[in-house]
């Protein structure tokens, strides 16, 4: 198939490179563009492994094609956080240990990140709800909860430090 | 060293060293790693069961432009596999194809795309066989056998007799005797295989790949390459999990360092979700025939097991699983007679192999669910029965294991009390339920797969001008923590901060041999050789630093990055400063430990008795809860309550994540997962039809860490990783039967099964007692 010329925003950078048409996001994220965070664990959309935000939305990064998303804003695990400072849920994988191999780490922080931008205090079933298409071998998902009850009480505590100065409190 | 000592790093909850790493999407595992002009490989499967390769023509395929090499059996026909008797695999078949998905030529390509035409190209001619399905079947087969060299298609077996075993049968009060099935399963680590092999251009190969066992791969990859070992190197990246999936050299790992030497390049495959499946090597269905009896007061008098497991097309780790499944089976309790036949058989599937909880799964659903029964039939609480079959450590168990430390009294009275245990048990509503089951596992085994003298793993610890403190070791962290734990032990017993410390592992050019992450021997050896190795450090640095001080080494202690004499505090120096003198004295720092099992530890020397025996045994007692609906048969586990005896919790915030990862993963075998076959075809080779439990299904699980200190844990630890899983699948087995009265000797526990078995209940209702018709009560 011919190549042609694909434009993405990827977190927050503009970036091109060739490919053909039928070109996965997933498939071209990981080796056109060299980001790897991006996993792929299964062959037919069902691990979550390579879950990325598509204008904030997560999707699944192997069943889009890349091509379809030029002038999407695209988040993959290597976009999470602000410059230099991690995300509030990376915070908490880290500390409560959320992750333990690793693999599915980056969809189930993509994941979280939507649904805590989306729904900032979720309950225990809600937080199931939102990660149930992420599946995780090794935790148990326990620490996972408590890895998503951390970034949730770090992002109430930031709102409150924001707060005085009447903004962040919205969010 | 003992946990007694106070200790500031060890037992302290250690979020693990690479865990940034991976939240940022940085960890490189096999599959993330590229280099210039590296090839794709693809595999081409068998269609076929079993069938005779009569030609292969691959000469349109390699025509094909972006083709660069072709690998047949005839590239590569030395035969291996992981266990010394079972060399029985050729990377790609050489006469025969064994399985569907069995592996018989790999292209090397420009591109994956490219790779997978060409794989449509290769002509192979068969002569299809009939294949053996069944394992029962196939071990009574006269010809056709899928390997010349295993008659009647038994890979092995094996017959032991401990203690007296009709002697106890006599003594029983109430004897049970029962067949139980569980279904085969899968590992389903996140992570596919994956494997780059290089070939350098001085005529070494570098291979990165997704294993749990670098050192057995570096051997195999030597042996079928004919490279010699020196020039190989092999090395771990992040490995997205194993469970056992990873244990053994994978056909994957040999076919791209065939394709590497025979093309001259770098090569790289990775495995799709399907092929993981076909690669397998996971738990295989297994028929376990119990018998157990007790006494009036509810001691286990005697216990006789025979057990088929259907191995699959190759050997693999075969024996091991099926001699752990005999000595795992009643040295968990104190049981004076076992009678234990095992049979480990060949069929026309995916082999299987070494899975979280090696060998001792199924048959501990099995023992566990009878003891439910006995202790209903002799009107005892399930939980006081088990109390009084308990071990009295240290001890030696009648098959030969020893016992140091044994937590499981604890573990029992824990979830007893954590649960609610003696105000639900039994006294639940119709529909809800509560079951108890105990498991152990080894912390790692005393005799090596390869018998040698070579200690089991060994650490060096290097420190220069810089202070830095490096560590070396063969060791694999496969997401278990391992790194962390390491790191952890040997800034205790420096004195350090873990940030001071940098681990490098598992790459055999640079660590020294550690056999491997399996049998849960990491924490253990590994532990144990860095705590070694760290005193061998710390006594160097103390020399130079009691001459300094005019006083003796053993006279200093080491905190928080200062040394300073015992007695004295004030009469200090700080460890950059101490490690500049020590240098000063002794030239660059390296110091090295090793781990060998002791003696004692390596069991009797009966034909077989090199399996089972470990360093030390972790104890696990589980309590969950359960809702059955009787209408659809749905199981919902509402609650798991799991004890586990670590010995010491070395890094309790992975400790709990292992005990619960080890309960999840029962969960789901209890529950949902199951390898489905028609005929020889696998029915659901994905994640989508090869349900893990998500986080919907998944109960709460509570862990509850119990310390039994054993004497030679490494600050008294023992295993976490796979001992709690065996206990799962039993304690949702005697919930079901508390919540709506029928028992399930079938895994999983699927809808269909429960309400099947509910049916035959309401059909038997007032035709007599309550006890199960298949037991036989018989009064003393």
Redesign the interface.
């Known amino acids: 198939m011919q190549k042609q010329l694909i434009r993405l925003c990827v977190n927050g950078e503009e970036r091109e490179f060739a490919a053909a048409p039928n070109r996965l996001l997933l498939d071209a994220l990981r080796e056109d563009l060299a980001l790897t965070g991006t996993k792929r664990g299964c062959d037919d959309s069902s691990c979550g492994c390579c879950a990325v935000l598509i204008d904030g939305v997560p999707m699944l990064s192997c069943v889009a094609l890349a091509a379809s998303y030029e002038g999407s804003d695209i988040v993959t695990v290597e976009g999470l956080g602000a410059a230099g400072a991690l995300d509030p849920v990376q915070e908490g994988w880290v500390e409560r240990a959320g992750a333990q191999c690793g693999f599915c780490t980056p969809g189930f922080l993509i994941t979280t990140v939507a649904l805590l931008e989306r729904n900032p205090h979720p309950s225990l079933e809600e937080i199931r709800e939102a990660l149930s298409s992420n599946l995780c071998r090794c935790t148990g998902y326990m620490q996972i909860y408590e890895s998503v009850r951390y970034a949730v009480e770090k992002h109430r505590r930031q709102g409150e430090q924001a707060a005085p100065a009447g903004r962040g409190a919205e969010r | 060293m003992t946990a007694s000592a106070k200790t500031t790093t060890v037992g302290k909850p250690m ?2 060293t ?12 096999a ?2 790693l ?1 280099v210039p002009g590296m090839l794709i490989g693809r595999i081409l499967h068998s269609p076929y069961p079993h069938a005779r390769i009569v030609r292969i023509d691959t000469s349109v395929a390699e025509g094909l432009d972006g083709v660069r090499g072709i690998a047949t059996g005839r590239d590569a026909p030395t035969p291996y596999g992981i266990l010394p008797i079972g060399h029985d695999e050729c990377v790609f078949a050489v006469d025969k194809v064994r399985y569907i998905g069995d592996n018989v030529a790999a292209v090397a390509a420009t591109s994956a795309e490219v790779a997978e035409q060409a794989l449509d190209l290769i002509r192979v001619e068969y002569q299809p066989l009939g294949a053996w399905l069944d394992p029962e079947k196939s071990m009574q087969a006269e010809s056709d056998w899928i390997h010349a060299s295993r008659p009647h298609n038994i890979e092995k077996e094996y017959h032991h007799v401990f203690g007296d075993v009709e002697a106890g049968f006599r003594q029983a009060a109430f004897v049970s005797e029962q067949r139980y099935v569980a279904g085969e399963v899968n ?6 295989h994956s494997t780059l092999a290089i070939w350098e251009p001085d005529g070494r190969m570098t291979v990165y790949s997704s294993t749990q066992v670098p050192y057995y791969l570096h051997r195999t990859i030597s042996e079928v390459c004919e490279l010699p070992m020196n020039r190989i190197r092999v090395i771990k990246p ?4 194993g ?1 056992g999936g990873k244990s053994e050299v994978i056909p994957i790992e040999v076919a791209a360092a065939v394709l590497a030497k025979k093309t001259k390049k770098p090569v790289k495959i990775t495995y ?3 092929e993981v499946f076909y690669a397998h090597r996971g738990r295989p269905r297994t028929i376990v025939d119990l018998k157990m009896g007790i006494t009036r007061e509810g001691k286990i008098a005697a216990v006789e097991a025979r057990v088929i497991q259907d191995g699959g097309a190759y050997c693999g780790f075969g024996p091991v699983t099926v001699l752990y499944s005999g000595a795992l089976l009643g040295a968990i309790y104190d049981v004076p007679a076992v009678r234990y036949d095992g049979y480990r058989v060949l069929t026309n599937k995916p082999a299987c192999g070494a899975m979280r909880g090696h060998g001792t799964v199924n048959v501990r659903f099995a023992f566990e669910s009878m003891l439910d029964r006995l202790a209903e039939i002799a009107d005892i609480d399930p939980a006081e029965l088990r109390c009084r079959n308990l071990l009295r450590a240290p001890c030696v168990t009648v098959n030969g294991l020893r016992v140091t430390s044994y937590g499981l009294p604890e573990c029992i009275e824990k979830v007893v009390e954590r649960s609610g245990w003696r105000a639900k048990r039994g006294k639940l509503p119709y529909g809800k339920g509560m079951g108890m089951a105990c498991s152990h596992y080894v912390s790692g085994a005393a005799n090596p797969i390869i018998r040698s003298n070579m200690p089991h793993t060994t650490v060096n610890i290097k420190i220069d001008r810089d202070a830095a403190v490096t560590v070396y070791s063969g060791a694999s962290d ?4 391992s790194d962390t734990m390491q790191v952890q032990v040997v800034a205790e017993v420096l004195g350090v901060r873990p940030e001071r410390i940098k681990l490098i592992a598992a790459d055999t050019a640079l660590t020294p041999i550690d056999l491997g992450s399996y049998s849960s021997r990491v924490t253990f050896m590994a532990g144990n050789a860095s705590i070694e190795a760290a005193k061998n450090m710390r006594d160097q640095i103390f020399a130079a630093v009691a001459e300094d001080f005019g006083c003796r080494p053993h006279e200093l202690t080491s905190t928080d990055e200062v040394i300073h004499k015992k007695n004295d505090p004030g009469v200090r120096v700080g460890f950059d400063e101490a490690v500049g003198k020590a240098i000063d004295f002794h030239g660059a720092l390296v110091a090295r430990g090793s781990y060998t099992p002791p003696d004692e530890a390596r069991g009797a020397k009966f034909k077989g008795a090199g399996v089972g025996p470990s360093p030390s045994y972790s104890y696990s007692a589980q309590v969950a809860e359960v809702t059955v609906d009787p209408e659809t048969g749905r199981v919902r586990v509402d609650k798991i309550v799991a004890a586990h005896d670590c010995g010491k919790a070395l890094n309790p ?2 400790v ?2 292992q005990v ?6 029962g ?1 789901g075998q209890a529950m949902e997962e199951e390898m489905v076959w028609n005929g020889a075809r696998l029915m659901n080779p ?3 039809e090869y349900r ?1 439990p ?3 299904e ?1 109960p ?2 509570e ?1 509850i860490i119990v310390e039994s200190e054993d004497p030679e844990g490494p600050f008294g630890a023992k295993e976490a990783g796979e001992g709690s899983l065996a206990a799962t699948i039993p304690a949702i087995a005697n919930a079901i039967y508390d919540a709506v009265g029928v028992r399930i000797n079938t895994v999983p526990f699927s809808p269909e099964a429960v309400l099947a078995a509910l049916r035959k209940q309401r059909g038997a209702e007032g035709k007599g007692p309550q006890t199960p018709s298949e037991d036989r009560e018989r009064p003393r």
Request: aromatic share 8%; hydrophobic share 40%; glycine share 12%.
């Open positions: 979020p693990m690479d865990a940034r790493t991976k939240i940022l999407g940085l960890g490189k595992y599959d993330d590229t590992h389903a680590a996140m992570e596919p992040l490995i997205g999990s469970f799709t979700r399907e496969i997401g278990q923590g915030l992975a709990e994540g619960i990862g080890s309960v999840y993963m969960f994905s994640l989508l893990i998500t986080t919907l998944n709460e699980i862990c």
